[in-house]
């Protein structure tokens, strides 16, 4: 007994690494611990250039190869059958709206939904804005982009991603629009890392449009970059009007107010495509 447990001493210690990585990576992904320093930018010797030499931790960064975001092109994808459509079932459930320093976000108190990947759970955490968007369909950039996180029980992440286009307002982000201007008050006030309670928060309006979605292996678009997060970017593009755009820059500083990471090659990946409507 005492022998077997010994064997499975390295394979113990290599899981526990794992799930610990991750647990880092999930705690840096699109959120930062408040009251601490933002340690890069996307401007200047601190822009995503040299994310991979500002910290140790972060030097997935520049020596990753399965690195977020990438250009979709559509002819390119991989329809795989064996794709299911995206599961969510997001319930209401008590938001802060967040001011990460590099990003506005909502985070949830409590259980907020899930979504199924394969069989198997990721509970829904958080979601941030980026403006532009980071992921480009065939060179297009969008005006914005939303990333719904998920975190399974051993520490996976897996990645909803909305891109927006200007146009008409975008209902959910309207519910909270009036709190947006008291985060930007508070960052003019001197308090960047901001946290105001929104109350219960209907997240049905997340779930529309999933007929069509693309599936790849990627990383975290934020230091410390830490790779095999599950993307599924939506293939519906949703609207966004300039107001909100603007809304959702407001309380962040001038290297913070365009914090979308440049494309990253694919270097060999696949993406795939699940179409609901495909022959």
């Excluded at 705690?27 to 910290?55: D, I, M």
């Excluded at 997060?229 to 755009?245: A, C, D, M, Y």
């Excluded at 820059?249 to 990253?264: E, M």
């Amino acid at each position: 007994m005492r022998a077997h447990l010994q064997n499975m001493a390295p394979q113990l210690s290599s899981f526990i690494s794992i799930a610990l990585l991750f647990a880092v990576a999930f705690a840096n992904f699109g959120q930062q611990a408040h009251g601490s320093v933002v340690e890069f930018s996307y401007a200047g010797l601190r822009g995503p250039a040299n994310w991979g030499n500002l910290n140790p931790k972060f030097s997935t960064c520049s020596s990753g190869k399965l690195q977020s975001p990438i250009n979709i092109i559509k002819n390119e994808a991989v329809e795989n059958k064996s794709l299911t459509p995206l599961t969510r079932v997001y319930k209401r459930g008590n938001a802060i709206l967040v001011n990460n320093g590099f990003n506005i976000g909502l985070r949830y108190e409590g259980n907020c939904g899930v979504l199924i990947v394969d069989g198997k759970n990721y509970t829904f955490k958080q979601m941030h804005w980026h403006s532009p968007s980071e992921h480009h369909i065939d060179g297009v950039q969008y005006a914005a982009e939303l990333h719904l996180v998920h975190l399974s029980d051993s520490g996976a992440i897996a990645v909803v991603s909305m891109l927006y286009e200007l146009g008409d307002a975008d209902p959910f982000i309207s519910k909270i629009t009036n709190k947006l201007g008291d985060l930007a008050k508070d960052a003019y006030a001197g308090n960047e890392e901001a946290h105001i309670p929104i109350g219960p928060l209907d997240n049905k309006l997340l779930r529309k449009n999933t007929r069509k979605y693309y599936r790849y292996i990627g990383s975290i678009t934020s230091p410390p970059c830490t790779e095999n997060v599950i993307w599924n970017v939506l293939g519906k593009v949703r609207t966004i009007s300039k107001e909100q755009v603007e809304a959702l820059k407001a309380p962040l500083g001038a290297d913070y107010k365009q914090n979308s990471r440049p494309l990253q090659s694919l270097n060999g990946r696949k993406v795939e495509l699940y179409n609901e409507f495909s022959d």
